[in-house]
T-cell receptor, first 116, second 114 residues
Framework: AQSVTQLGSHVSVSEGALVLLRCNYS??????LFWYVQYPNQGLQLLLK??????LVKGINGFEAEFKKSETSFHLTKPSAHMSDAAEYFC??????????????FGQGTRLTINP | DAGVTQSPTHLIKTRGQQVTLRCSPK?????VSWYQQALGQGPQFIFQ???????QRGNFPDRFSGHQFPNYSSELNVNALLLGDSALYLC?????????????FGPGTRLTVT
């Protein structure tokens, strides 16, 4: 079975400050890892994904994440927060052995607030 | 290029009733997955359809059923609605192809059961 734990249900940073959202996963098989963002009353938008290869992955809107197998982590960072980054962020894991898109197991989410 | 579309946007039902939600996948996609997102929670996988068959299923009762049509669109049916079924229902589409692991989500249908 796979699971995801997002540390901190609510993170608040100042505009221009570093954003760090934490995600730890549990998986008995090679994981594929994803970060999604959800704006109010909207669906989920893919920020970035890790499948194989380079462990530091870059996504949209200046976000990046690093896959650390030894720590079972996939933390999301952005060097400088912008007001438009305020949203709910979800980390998700799927089975990396299977072809095509497999079921996603999501964390509980982290609400990011940006202070002016 | 239209993304994933869902209908209706919102609906209100009474306990015990039945509901059907609809999803049209992104152009070129052949697989549809459904997720339930309760308020303040992460989405939970309900099931996935490919080639008009249910391929994977999450931990949801048989009251939740689905269908995929030849044009790849899909329906989610929920029978005997419970108050706990109130949630945002998300549809995601994808493509069965080597290296294609992304799922693209629609805006969701907000279901309220009273």
């Amino acid at each position: 079975a796979q699971s995801v734990t997002q540390l901190g249900s609510h993170v608040s940073v100042s505009e221009g400050a570093l954003v760090l959202l934490r995600c730890n996963y549990s998986s008995s098989v090679p994981p594929y890892l994803f970060w999604y963002v959800q704006y109010p009353n909207q669906g989920l938008q893919l920020l970035l994904k890790y499948t194989t290869g380079a462990t530091l992955v870059k996504g949209i809107n200046g976000f990046e994440a690093e896959f650390k197998k030894s720590e079972t982590s996939f933390h999301l960072t952005k060097p400088s927060a912008h007001m438009s980054d305020a949203a709910e962020y979800f980390c998700a894991v799927s089975d990396g052995r299977l072809q095509g898109a497999q079921k996603l197991v999501f964390g509980q989410g982290t609400r990011l607030t940006i202070n002016p | 290029d239209a993304g994933v579309t869902q209908s209706p946007t919102h609906l209100i039902k009474t306990r015990g009733q039945q509901v059907t939600l609809r999803c049209s996948p992104k152009s070129g996609h052949d697989t549809v997955s459904w997720y339930q997102q309760a308020l303040g929670q992460g989405p939970q996988f309900i099931f996935q359809y490919y080639e008009e068959e249910e391929r994977q299923r999450g931990n949801f009762p048989d009251r939740f059923s689905g269908h995929q049509f030849p044009n790849y669109s899909s329906e989610l049916n929920v029978n005997a609605l419970l108050l706990g079924d109130s949630a945002l229902y998300l549809c995601a589409s994808s493509l069965v192809s080597p290296g294609a692991y992304e799922q693209y989500f629609g805006p969701g249908t907000r279901l309220t059961v009273t």
